[in-house]
């Protein structure tokens, strides 16, 4: 490593050291960009027992600091053997969110699914959708990847020996702060 480098790291180091723990250094991710990137993986299509085919739209994201959580509510449009017709309905969940350091994104976790419903579902495949729908959508939509860091957004804290830790949801989007790397 270069010297300078090395000096400029240094100093970076000290001045964290030196500086009080609520000014630990940190990252955000404005509500626009979150959006931005999670549009980007819909539709997401997902078989219900090989009877029902859930076509997930692309989701409007809301932010729930008090909670510290998002939530989500997404179109759904369903098809398949067991539905006389294409139907549509509402799919409603809220998640936590997590770190996952081996490919740098942030991800859905801890999903809870408020509603699942489509409109005029005849009684079996209505039946079908409550039993299996929620757990089906925690399962499928569990660990989904709203989010990716990019090295340059991480260069300077890696330098210093740091890595993402707590993601706080806030009235304008996610604040990631960092904590020491883990020792393997």
Known sequence: MKRRQWITMLAGALALATTPAQAQPSYTVTTAQLQEAVVKKFPMRYPVGGLIELTLQPPNLRLLPEQNRLRTQMVVDANGPALSRSTTGNFDVDFA?????????????MLKVNSLSLSELAPVPAALLQAYGPSL????????????LEPKDLMLAD?????PGKITVTARGLVIGFVAKKVL
């Not at 959508?137 to 990716?148: D, M, N, R």
């Not at 330098?159 to 890595?163: K, N, S, T």
């Open 159 to 163: 330098g210093l020996g740091l890595e």
């Open 97 to 109: 969110l997590r770190y996952e350091p081996r490919d740098q994104s942030i991800r859905a976790h």
């Open 137 to 148: 959508a925690e399962q499928s939509l569990l660990e989904v990847e709203l989010h990716k």
